[in-house]
């Protein structure tokens, strides 16, 4: 271990969240952010937005100030196949005068102004931290503005200074239920699923969607993918909720399955096993000798397509060693996997919203010395990284310069992105994206591999 390696230090508050495999200990999650830890998490609002923004028919209408908006406009590779109303950031622009006089006037003067100009489907209110401490009612102007217009008009209660992401989702989840279940089922057949956390990055929603027409399995409403309002008001006709990321979208599957008795299955298209495990999965859900025949001969073809191919990158990419730190679980376990069949190992692996049953899942099929973290700081990442010797870091947009100031190979896996990883025909442009980036020759001339230690990175 390099000198700078053991010069950065654990928070105090922190160690029990950072475990490795084979040493034992009690592993902590699921908590606050630790005071002081620079965490690698968004604010609740931003975990709102991004789960509500690819609804692409929908007003979206952030109350607060114009940096609040601009800070996570347009951050998810979210593609719509129609409307791109999403893809505007409209704001209230809270600023001095709103916040000693109250900004309700503006919001209701910014409704009246963009429903009747775009005559969305529906809206979000996104309450951001300076509406939740001078006290706006956002819920009633809500009610009174979709009165007014007759669609609905619904508050997003996110303000930052409440918590994590984790509770930015559950704002979401909490919105998105009072859709569900005001649309017309009559049209909606026996043999549908709704796609939950998938949001349709680089069109991987319309790659998912596409397997499922194929084996005769109807996809009512993707949330939030692609999102349609009217689809999303009659989701409560699917017989089966199939949740992709389970960080943002398991209380929204759990709330229908209470209120709608729509039992759900945690999946992930992430990887050609757990593809091929979530196209069974729902196939077996329906007892349909028909459609599994047609699930199986899906999953032989693709990966007869795929396969020689990876093949060839696995030769090539066999023994390097990867780091990886996401925003959920499921996601990890995907990438593990993933890893391990381009013959990779994982030594380092992390998620800012993981709990006590995805870690537990985790360290389950990690390798022995593998390093597991929740809620990481970029200090602990760059510690890490540099005792591992990795090869490869796979992460966000918040991650990519910890690699490339490390050395480090660097794969986008977050919502950032502009290319499909999801499904076989994404698995193989993973492997592509990996090896150009693992084996490209400028990793031997950085500090740490070429012998003129980290201080070259200063």
């Known amino acids: 271990m390099s000198e700078e390696t053991k010069n950065i230090s654990i928070l105090e508050g922190r160690k029990g969240q950072v475990w490795r495999k084979g040493e034992g200990g009690a592993f902590v999650c699921d908590r606050q952010s630790l005071a002081g830890s620079v965490t690698q998490r968004a604010c609740a609002f931003c975990g709102s937005r991004v789960v509500l923004y690819p609804i692409a028919d929908a007003l979206h209408i952030v109350h607060g100030p114009i940096g609040c908006a601009a800070y996570n406009w347009d951050i998810r590779g979210a593609l719509s196949s129609g409307p791109q109303m999403h893809r505007n950031s409209f704001s209230t622009d809270v600023s ?40 706006d009612d956002v819920d009633a102007i809500c009610r009174q503005t979709s009165a007014k217009y007759g669609i609905p008009v619904i508050p997003v209660d996110s303000p930052g200074f409440k918590g994590t992401k984790r509770l930015g989702y559950q704002a979401a989840c909490d919105s998105i239920s009072k859709l569900i279940g005001t649309g017309d089922t009559s049209k909606v057949g026996p043999l549908s699923i709704n796609l939950l956390g998938e949001f349709n990055i680089a069109g991987e929603a319309w790659m998912i969607r596409e397997y499922f027409e194929k084996i005769g399995i109807e996809v009512v409403a993707t949330m939030t993918g692609d999102g349609r309002v009217d689809d999303i008001r009659r989701a409560h006709g699917a ?10 979208m398991t209380a929204l599957a759990k709330l229908m399955q209470e209120t709608h008795g729509i039992p759900f299955k945690r999946v992930s298209f992430f990887g050609m096993e757990d593809t091929a495990k979530a196209i069974y999965e729902a196939a077996g859900f329906f007892c349909d000798e028909v459609v599994m025949e047609r699930a199986k001969n899906l999953v032989r073809a693709e990966i007869g397509e795929v396969l020689p191919q990876l093949k060839a990158y696995r030769r090539k ?70 005792e591992k010797d990795v090869d490869l870091f796979i992460g966000g947009v918040k991650e990519r310069p910890i690699a490339f100031k490390l050395g480090v190979a660097f794969c986008d896996h977050n919502h950032e992105r502009k290319i499909p990883l999801a499904g076989f025909a994404g698995m193989l442009n993973f492997a592509e994206e990996v090896a150009s980036s693992v084996l490209s020759p400028v990793w031997k001339y950085v500090p740490r591999r070429s012998g003129l230690g980290m201080e070259g990175v200063r």
């Open 96 to 135: 001095e005068k709103e916040i000693i006089f109250g900004g309700e006037k503006k919001l209701r003067a910014a409704l009246d102004e963009l429903i009747p100009e775009l005559k969305p489907k529906a809206a979000f209110v996104y309450s951001t931290c300076i509406v939740g401490l001078i006290g």
């Open 239 to 248: 017989k089966l909720n199939l949740v992709q990321c389970s960080g943002s």
């Open 317 to 386: 990419l066999a023994g390097k060693k990867a780091a990886l730190y996401v925003g959920g679980a499921f996601k990890a376990l995907s990438l593990v996997t993933a890893l391990r069949a381009l013959g990779m190992r994982t030594v380092l692996a992390g998620t800012q919203t993981g709990n006590a049953d995805d870690y537990a899942a985790l360290r389950d099929i990690c390798d022995p010395g593998t390093i597991i973290v929740d809620d990481s700081n970029p200090l602990e990442l760059a510690k890490f990284v540099m």
